[in-house]
């Protein structure tokens, strides 16, 4: 059974840097194909797609942050960490964690955390 | 970066119609495209890949058909657990991955 659990802060301040962790079980990030992603979500608002780590530690980030994430992955832990610098009150998201298991071109979210709310505010 | 359109962006409708929404790619995408159902406070749910495949488990009255920039969801016969907001999502560009904006279907 495939899950995914988001943990960090509820609230952090507006300059500060935050880090979230995805606890996953029931797969193996050192699996040929498999992938952790971070998307979040402004309250009201849609999905955007923020960073992947891969099998092989590859990391991807979105264009418009990718001066503000980093990525990273603790396999011993089956942990995926996302830290986000320099935080701002447009931050404020559910962030969620997703996993794609990568097959023939094929890159869809098919497991999902049950998110977390982080609100950017002094 | 490719970006995703949906119509409409809300409807309201009723328990056993037949629904379908429409996303839109701003360039070819193939067939590299996902649906997903969320709910309120819940995690998307993925529902179809590969623009037509069905996710396992997703009950077989969702249907996804189309390729290269136009592309639907429908619904063939509304349920009440089927009012929730659909996102549709492209992979062509990974893993520069973007969502379309969403659209709410409500009970009339």
């Known amino acids: 059974q495939v899950t995914l659990r988001e943990s960090g802060p509820a609230l952090v301040k507006p300059t500060q840097t935050l880090t979230l962790t995805c606890t996953f079980s029931?797969?193996?990030?050192?699996?040929?194909?498999?992938?952790v992603s971070w998307v979040r979500q402004p309250p009201g608002k849609a999905l955007e797609w923020l960073a992947l780590?891969?099998?092989?530690?590859?990391?991807y980030y979105s264009t418009s942050l990718k001066t503000r994430l980093t990525i990273s992955k603790d396999t011993s832990k089956n942990q995926v960490v996302l830290t986000m610098t320099n935080m701002d009150p447009v931050d404020t998201a559910t962030y969620y964690c997703?996993?794609?298991?990568?097959?023939?071109?094929?890159?869809?979210?098919?497991?999902w955390g049950q998110g977390t709310l982080v609100t950017v505010s002094s | 970066a490719i970006r995703m359109t949906q119509s409409p962006s809300s409807f309201s409708a009723s328990t056993g119609d037949r629904v379908t929404i429409t996303c839109r790619a701003s360039q070819g995408i193939s067939s590299y495209l996902a649906w997903y159902q969320q709910k309120p406070g819940k995690a998307p749910k993925l529902l179809i890949y590969?623009?037509?495949t069905l996710q396992s488990g997703v009950p077989s009255r969702f249907s996804g058909s189309g390729s290269g920039t136009d592309f639907t969801l429908t619904i063939s016969c509304l349920q009440s657990e089927d009012f929730a907001t659909y996102y549709c999502?492209?992979?062509?560009?990974?893993?520069?991955?973007?969502f379309g904006p969403g659209t709410k279907v409500d009970i009339k």
């Open positions: 590969a623009a037509s």
């Open positions: 999502q492209q992979y062509y560009s990974y893993p520069l991955f973007t």
């Open positions: 997703a996993r794609i298991l990568a097959a023939a071109g094929e890159y869809y979210f098919d497991y």
């Open positions: 029931g797969f193996s990030l050192s699996t040929s194909g498999m992938c």
């Open positions: 780590i891969d099998w092989d530690d590859d990391k």
